[in-house]
């Protein structure tokens, strides 16, 4: 087993019908850029009434038709948000407490430990986080948090602490595959490859997810150089 082996993420992606809110974060092949997607999939009519909007450098999801939600608690929240030399992605509202703790001077994992799994149960999801720090090099950390067993009665956390290589990224998503109960990720984030076109590797993730469950894509390369950033946002329910 070649522990070093760089998956493609395409073929991650189209063998999974069902990898749920994934986040991958890396590092492009040339080095220049650091690199960020997150997307979001859905299969009730709640989950699939969402959209990715822009506010300035932080994005946020919102319902596209507002009078269809049925429970806003796990579906709108903001799951990117900059904070100084920080950038903070996760899959649902522990984005706020991370961007709290860190403004007041804390950490990543202080601000994990006071947060757990989504209380949807039997699903017990996952929440999964990133954070890029850009110093005088750029590292990342991701964190998983599940529960402990199939009654949610304790919570897990596990974080990885990452130094950026050129070309390498990591993927963490909220499921392993489909299923009833859907059964939680598993295991280290996958190593996958980055590419240096951000209009290539966003539609390259785009085409890959079930495209019956699929809902919106976000997309952000950031210029290790200069700071400038570059975005791509996909929402289905604008294209569909």
Request: hydrophobic share 30%; aromatic share 10%.
């Amino acid at each position: 087993m070649n522990v070093y082996k760089i998956d493609s993420l395409a073929d991650i992606l189209a063998n999974n019908t069902y990898p749920g809110r994934g986040i991958v974060v890396g590092k492009t092949p040339d080095g220049t850029r650091a690199a960020i997607a997150y997307f979001i999939m859905g299969r009730s009519e709640n989950s699939r009434n969402r959209i990715f909007k822009e506010e300035g450098e932080n994005v946020t999801i919102y319902p596209h038709d507002p009078s269809k939600v049925e429970d806003p608690s796990l579906i709108i929240y903001s799951p990117i948000k900059v904070w100084e030399n920080k950038t903070i992605v996760t899959n649902g509202d522990q984005t706020d407490t991370v961007y709290d703790f860190i403004k007041n001077g804390k950490t990543f994992e202080e601000a994990l430990k006071t947060r757990e799994f989504e209380p949807d149960a039997p699903n017990f999801t996952p929440r999964i986080s990133a954070m890029l720090t850009f110093d005088e090099s750029y590292t990342y950390k991701m964190s998983i948090l599940k529960s402990a067993d199939e009654t949610g009665s304790a919570c897990n956390r596990y974080t990885y602490c990452y130094n950026s290589i050129a070309g390498l990224g990591h993927f963490i998503h909220t499921y392993n595959c489909d299923g009833n109960p859907i059964p939680t990720f598993t295991g280290e984030p996958e190593r996958v490859a980055i590419l240096d076109d951000i209009d290539a590797f966003t539609d390259m993730i785009w085409t890959n997810l079930n495209k019956d469950n699929k809902i919106s894509l976000y997309v952000r390369y950031i210029d290790l150089a200069t700071g400038e950033v570059e975005n791509r946002m996909i929402n289905g329910k604008e294209i569909g």
